[in-house]
């Protein structure tokens, strides 16, 4: 027998669903969740609904999890602190973001911008530079690069975001830097925008990795801990947990690329009601996900 178990953390509940692929038959259970530590939530509801069934844990072949824990470290200001590196003249970056501001009375109001999640203090520029067909304009100075580096050490940052101009199409300066930060700032998580986003459009992709970077750390210790849960309890199963975009990513992946999962909670129903009306004949549906927070 093949069974799938799907797991959902909400503010106040945690919801599973168990379901024998062979046979057709599911079982469902709501658990109390415990913010403290969400794993322990997830553990006591997997007891629970394996018992109902009559399994162990280790008769789960697909750990299927949609969570909020990216989405309320960012919601709740508790991301870490990250240090940028970019590219020399682009320091703010983060700070002039897109100048848009909505409205036909866009000279009469004051339209205040988020405040960036990495702050002015914590962004250094190195010289070297990539043209727009991802060729080597200027090599990178490794020298300013190792200065820059440890300044942002011994500042205390938590976790570091490299993104430079033009990397989508060339990211060996990144990579580079990654060498070199890895070096000096061992066990500090290492975003470069080439490999978060490959996307051109400096202010978009560099705000996607330094929030990658912001989350990396809350996501990958809640990751390892549940992953570590479930393998004490026997589950030998594959533990995916859902994206932004309602598909499944390893939770492997997922330490390195938290950023995915920033919708993962939401999508996992918006996902669930487009398959139940495209299986139904529906062409049109609503749905509306309420959670207890």
């Known amino acids: 027998?093949?069974?799938?178990?799907?797991?959902?953390?909400?503010?106040?509940?945690?919801?599973?669903?168990l379901f024998d692929q062979s046979t057709g038959t599911f079982w469902r259970h709501k658990t109390p969740s415990t913010p403290h530590d969400s794993s322990e939530g997830i553990l006591n509801g997997v007891s629970a609904i394996c018992e109902k069934a009559g399994i162990t844990p280790g008769d789960i072949d697909y750990f299927l999890h949609g969570t909020t824990v990216a989405t309320n470290a960012v919601l709740e200001g508790k991301g870490a602190r990250v240090g940028l590196v970019?590219?020399?003249?682009?320091?703010?970056?983060?700070?002039?973001?897109?100048?848009?501001?909505?409205?036909?009375?866009?000279?009469?109001?004051?339209?205040?911008?988020?405040?960036?999640?990495?702050?002015?203090?914590?962004?250094?520029?190195?010289?070297?530079?990539?043209?727009?067909?991802?060729?080597?304009?200027?090599?990178?100075?490794?020298?300013?690069?190792?200065?820059?580096?440890?300044?942002?050490?011994?500042?205390?940052?938590?976790?570091?975001?490299?993104s430079l101009i033009n990397a989508y199409l060339n990211g060996a300066h990144e990579r580079r830097i990654g060498e070199l930060a890895a070096e000096i700032m061992p066990g500090i998580p290492i975003s470069l925008s080439h490999e978060v986003l490959p996307e051109m459009q400096e202010y978009e992709r560099t705000l996607t990795t330094v929030a990658n970077a912001a989350v990396r750390p809350v996501v990958g210790k809640y990751v390892r801990n549940l992953r570590d849960r479930l393998r004490g309890a026997g589950m030998a199963g594959s533990l995916s947990l859902l994206r932004s975009d309602g598909g499944l990513m390893s939770s492997e992946k997922s330490e390195e690329h938290p950023v995915s999962l920033l919708m993962s909670g939401p999508a996992g129903g918006v996902t669930g009601a487009i398959w139940v009306g495209r299986n139904a004949g529906i062409r049109n549906i609503l749905t509306l996900d309420v959670g207890g927070t």
């Open 1 to 17: 027998m093949t069974y799938r178990l799907g797991v959902d953390v909400g503010g106040t509940f945690t919801d599973l669903l």
């Open 86 to 162: 970019t590219t020399d003249g682009y320091r703010q970056v983060m700070q002039i973001a897109r100048s848009f501001v909505p409205g036909g009375l866009a000279g009469w109001i004051v339209w205040p911008k988020p405040q960036p999640l990495a702050a002015l203090e914590d962004t250094v520029e190195v010289r070297g530079r990539m043209d727009a067909q991802g060729n080597t304009l200027e090599p990178l100075d490794e020298d300013q690069v190792r200065a820059a580096l440890i300044a942002l050490r011994d500042s205390g940052i938590e976790a570091l975001t490299v």
